[in-house]
């Protein structure tokens, strides 16, 4: 097998609730709306370090249409990217900007993101995983023939039906992958 033949495995990372503290209202997880809301959760640097050394790609998958209501300037979420990938081992972000109602490829759950991810980056899908605190990310996952981990919060709105992992935080997310126990 030649090196253009090798594919890589990767862990894609939802944003808000995963990486970063997502802001909770009446039971529902809201993105930050500027650079002071946003803060990194803790152990997530050491979790993205931990699996960076073992060779997996780091890709973010993120929702946020907060863009596309128009409520939100691309500009600040691209600077909270910027900070992601100056305190993270972070491959690729890859951002859908619209809301649902724009019936796109690459809004979760829909797993339009994931595949093109995989393309550019020679991933092995079978052989990655999404980590996800919502039933979107792990239906994108699922549909893309990830694991799936559910980064268990306590939102009050649909759950997935069925997530490879249910843990606590990315941290023990990453435990888990690393120790081959999803």
Not at 127 to 133: A, E, H, K, R
Not at 140 to 158: D, H, M, P, Q, S
Request: overall charge neutral; aromatic content about 8%.
């Amino acid at each position: 097998m030649g090196s253009a033949d090798y594919l890589r495995r990767a862990v894609f990372l939802d944003r808000d609730g995963v990486i970063n503290r997502a802001l909770v209202r009446d039971g529902r997880p809201y993105a930050p709306r500027d650079l002071e809301e946003f803060e990194l959760l803790p152990g997530v640097i050491k979790a993205t370090e931990a699996l960076h050394q073992r060779q997996f790609r780091l890709i973010v998958i993120t929702n946020q249409p907060d863009v596309g209501a128009g409520r939100l300037r691309k500009e600040v979420v691209e600077a909270m990217h910027l900070r992601i990938c100056q305190k993270l081992p972070i491959d690729d972000i890859r951002v859908c900007y619209h809301i649902d109602e724009h019936n796109c490829d690459c809004r979760k759950p829909k797993p339009g993101l994931i595949f093109t991810a995989a393309r550019d980056w020679s991933i092995s899908l079978s052989d990655s995983y999404m980590v996800g605190d919502r039933w979107r990310d792990v239906d994108a996952g699922r549909a893309a023939g990830c694991k799936t981990i559910l980064v268990k919060n306590a939102y009050n709105e649909l759950q997935p039906e069925f997530a490879d992992a249910v843990v606590t935080s990315f941290s023990e997310a990453s435990q888990m992958i690393i120790a081959g126990r999803v």
